[in-house]
């Protein structure tokens, strides 16, 4: 069984800490922590980043670990910078009114920190992959290479599904049922959580294999905590069209539509 070496993980997280803190003091200054959220991705392809950096001789899948890591958090940072509306988000508003002035300082914790934390730990498998001994690329890397490929091509592809649904002013109001939202209601969620089960079999394939942590944890972020469970809440409240759509298409596993007739 393989472990990132511990002086990797603490370079990693200091690294990090510096760049959580630098954020943190800007969103300080713009009072606008949601600034956060498109340096969900990037935040990954530093850590990967740094574990490359630090080694003297890296190995082919090290390199392969870290371009894949850092196409697709490069592709993420993008969206999400791009899709950053006026003002700060409306949970991280709600979050700042209920804390009053003590907000300012929590925040460096309670999101910046706690997101920190997030990134480390998800990242264990990528930081293996990377920093093991050099051993030769083998079926599981293709494998994994493989299901990193899907998951990528279905989120970008969701993701675009959906800017286009949304740019159609004859959209307003309507729900997407469209392309790949049809057999999933968040081809882009679901896309993001395989390719980052396609990561974690790279440690795996190093031997890490209880490192599955990693991508479980993005899994259950996915699905219970930011993604599918709080945009759900929010949608069913404002379209009740959306209701339908709930009960007709899958929440997460692409599946072929239910009929409610």
């Known amino acids: 069984m393989y472990f990132p070496p511990t002086l990797v993980i603490v370079q990693a997280a200091a690294v990090l800490a510096m760049v959580m803190v630098a954020l943190w003091a800007l969103s300080v ?138 740019r159609d002013p004859s959209n307003r109001g309507k729900v997407n049922n469209r392309g790949l939202w049809r057999y999933t209601r968040h081809p882009n969620y679901f896309g993001d959580a395989l390719l980052w089960w396609g990561l974690g079999l790279f440690g795996v394939a190093v031997g890490a294999w209880p490192l599955l942590v990693g991508p479980a944890a993005m899994t259950f972020l996915l699905l219970r905590v930011s993604g599918v469970a709080l945009l759900e809440k929010d949608i069913a409240e404002r379209r009740p069209a959306y209701r339908e759509y709930i009960q007709q298409t899958s929440p997460f596993i692409p599946w072929f539509p239910r009929s409610t007739s």
Do not use: N
């Open 29 to 166: 200054r713009i009072r606008d922590v949601s600034i956060v959220d498109p340096f969900w991705g990037p935040g990954f392809a530093l850590i990967a980043g740094v574990c490359l950096f630090r080694q003297a001789d890296p190995s082919p899948r090290a390199f392969l670990v870290f371009a894949l890591v850092t196409i697709w958090a490069l592709r993420l940072g993008v969206h999400l910078l791009r899709r950053r509306g006026h003002g700060e988000d409306f949970r991280y508003a709600a979050m700042r009114e209920r804390r009053g002035p003590s907000f300012v300082y929590s925040s460096l914790f309670i999101v910046f920190g706690l997101q920190g934390v997030l990134l480390l730990g998800i990242s264990l498998p990528v930081m293996a992959a990377i920093s093991a001994p050099a051993t030769a690329l083998g079926p599981l890397d293709a494998i994994a290479a493989a299901i990193w490929l899907c998951g990528f091509l279905f989120e970008a592809i969701g993701d675009a599904q959906l800017e286009a649904f949304k």
